[in-house]
């Protein structure tokens, strides 16, 4: 799928110590064989055939690059898709779940002195589908036809779930570079 050239792309006017493309190699093989923290992931790079070098601090900072660069990753991932697998986009599929946390109070909530505006952190307490009395996050996914995922986005957990349709609607409007679709989504959504 050209990760890797998006990753050179995306560094080429940049001066990292660390192959970013290494780094979301190995995360993504640690993530599917044994879901760990990414410190765990570091700690076990030994028992790969490559023996890949980086270290915790390496990850955390291609986090910041890849959280920079988010959106662009994904459309990146949603064009190059159809090199793997054709993509029917003509019908899309949106949805929201949220994932508690087993902590007793929410992030705080911070005020950006230059606009006045409320911060919300991302752990917020709201409606969980588990009926937890946790905090919680909310999570969007815009998906195609056949169910593979196209956009997704992560919300305050204090987030109605309908107002997480839109910001993703029209990042996902640009990704299909304006083709018409019919949107699906559930009662509650509407």
């Known amino acids: 799928m050209k990760i890797n050239n998006f990753f ?15 780094i979301n190699r190995f995360l993504t093989f640690d ?8 410190l765990a992931t570091v700690n076990s790079l030994q028992n790969y055939f490559e023996k890949p070098e980086f270290t915790h601090q390496q990850v955390l900072r291609f986090m910041d690059v890849l959280a920079e660069n988010y959106d662009s990753y994904l459309e990146h991932l949603y064009n190059n898709s159809n090199n793997v697998v054709k993509r029917d986009t003509s019908v899309c599929y949106y949805d929201c779940t949220n994932y508690y946390f087993e902590i007793e109070s929410a992030d705080e909530i911070y005020y950006d002195e230059v606009t006045g505006e409320q911060l919300y952190g991302l752990r917020q307490f709201g409606p ?30 204090n987030t109605n779930e309908q107002k997480t349709v839109s910001s993703l609607e029209q990042k996902t ?16 959504l509407g």
């Not at 993530?31 to 990414?38: M, Y």
């Not at 409007?173 to 509650?188: P, Q, S």
């Open 8 to 22: 050179k792309k995306i560094s080429s006017n940049r001066k990292y110590l660390f192959d970013s493309n290494e």
């Open 173 to 188: 409007i640009r990704m299909l570079k304006g083709n018409r679709f019919i949107y699906c989504g559930d009662a509650g």
């Open 128 to 157: 969980c589908k588990e009926h937890r009395p946790n905090p919680i996050v909310e999570m969007g996914l815009f998906m195609d036809k056949n169910g593979i995922p196209i956009h997704m986005g992560i919300f305050p957990g």
């Open 31 to 38: 993530r599917i064989l044994n879901p760990h923290s990414k």
